[in-house]
């Protein structure tokens, strides 16, 4: 076989590469979903629906390993990938973050892959980033109230991105099945959140009654949070999905999802509902956006019960990807691999 004369290399960007490039902090995350949301509103992308992978002896909802393709369009074209992989188990047995994931972003013209990069705080931190720009539209101005339900990695990074994107947050009511995680997630977060109180409940009913902006984080597979759980007024992002009992869908003001088509699939809740003839398109408010953007309003009163149901888009880590790579460039960080060695 003959090598050609051009030797492609490929950028790594480790974990802590991605935090010299400032990646431990929201801003430049918030800043590329609203990129990106708008890219999704204007159909600058191609986004196949992602497959589960799952195998026998493996059997939690959590166990799984994920591939997520985009290409997403405009003037800085990019596709790319983001493989992640799942076991409930990680933390209590090998002292491991559940999740683990790798990006590669791919040229538009070759389609050569250009760069590698660990994924899992891309993942986390777009995933923060969603919840921030639909807090900033969908919950009530100068909210002070916030619950976390699951004190795991990702928990931690949706307070911390509230916590650095909306200063009016005076309280941060927590709930985990285990308290041990609840008190190392306070624990991490009190240190540089000094003004904020935090309060741990014996509850997750507890925690949401008390809150303006509900984020559920657990890997429950059983819905328990209910409507009448929530004040007037509150918004709830139900970032793990399966933690929302069918009625809040059904009496909500407004349901929003970051994109329809794969929201309604995989016999998650929606797609429940939908099977059962319970909700539709047409009862759904937005897609996040057509919010965004102004084509659609946000919150229209300060009583809206409002539900944002985030499935996580492959478009999201592209985009946040493609500013991380960008700027590597620029900066000369991270590793030179050559393709062909
Ligand atoms: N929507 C998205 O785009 C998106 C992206 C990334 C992660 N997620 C989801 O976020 C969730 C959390 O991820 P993680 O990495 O922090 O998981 P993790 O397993 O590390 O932490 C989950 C925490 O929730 C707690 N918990 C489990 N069930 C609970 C319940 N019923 N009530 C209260 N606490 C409970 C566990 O004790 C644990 O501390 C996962 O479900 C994951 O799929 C969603």
Not at 67 to 78: H, S, T, V
Not at 130 to 141: G, K, P, S, W
Request: aromatic share 8%; with cysteine.
């Amino acid at each position: 076989m003959t090598t050609p004369t051009i030797s492609p290399n490929l950028l790594y960007l480790s974990r802590s590469d991605l935090i010299a490039l400032g990646g431990g902090h929201s801003q430049p995350y918030v800043d590329a979903i609203v990129d990106g949301l708008a890219a999704h509103v204007r159909g600058e992308y191609v986004q196949p629906l992602k497959p589960y992978l799952r195998w026998p002896g493996a059997d939690h909802i959590a166990d799984r390993i994920i591939a997520m393709p985009c290409y997403l369009g405009g003037e800085q074209a990019m596709a790319g990938l983001k493989w992640i992989g799942s076991r409930q188990h990680n933390p209590a047995r090998f002292g491991l973050e559940r999740a683990s994931a790798l990006v590669v972003l791919n040229d538009a013209q070759t389609n050569y892959p250009v760069a590698i990069m660990e994924g899992g705080l891309i993942s986390g931190m777009r995933t923060a980033a969603i919840t921030a720009v639909a807090t900033r539209h969908l919950a009530r101005r100068g909210f002070t109230d916030v619950a976390a339900i699951g004190c795991g990695p990702i928990a931690r990074m949706q307070m911390q991105t509230l916590l650095e994107q909306f200063p009016s947050i005076e309280r941060l009511h927590v709930f985990d099945l285990s308290s041990s995680a609840a008190d190392a997630f306070i624990t991490a977060l009190a240190g540089r959140f000094q003004k904020v109180v935090f309060v741990q409940t014996a509850s997750a009913e507890a925690a949401v009654r008390a809150a303006d902006v509900v984020v559920t984080c657990t890997v429950a597979d059983a819905p328990y949070l209910r409507y009448d759980w929530l004040k007037p007024g509150s918004f709830l992002s139900n970032v793990s999905i399966m933690d929302v009992h069918k009625e809040v869908y059904e009496k909500a003001d407004k349901v929003v999802v970051d994109d329809w088509e794969q929201s309604n699939r995989e016999k998650k809740i929606i797609n429940q509902l939908v099977l059962e003839g319970r909700f539709s398109r047409e009862r759904l408010h937005a897609e996040l956006g057509e919010i965004v953007v102004g084509r659609r309003p946000g919150r229209e009163n300060d009583d809206e019960i409002i539900l944002l149901n985030p499935m996580g888009m492959a478009l999201d880590d592209i985009v946040c990807a493609r500013h991380f790579y960008h700027l590597a460039h620029e900066r000369g960080i991270g590793t030179q691999l050559p393709l062909y060695g």
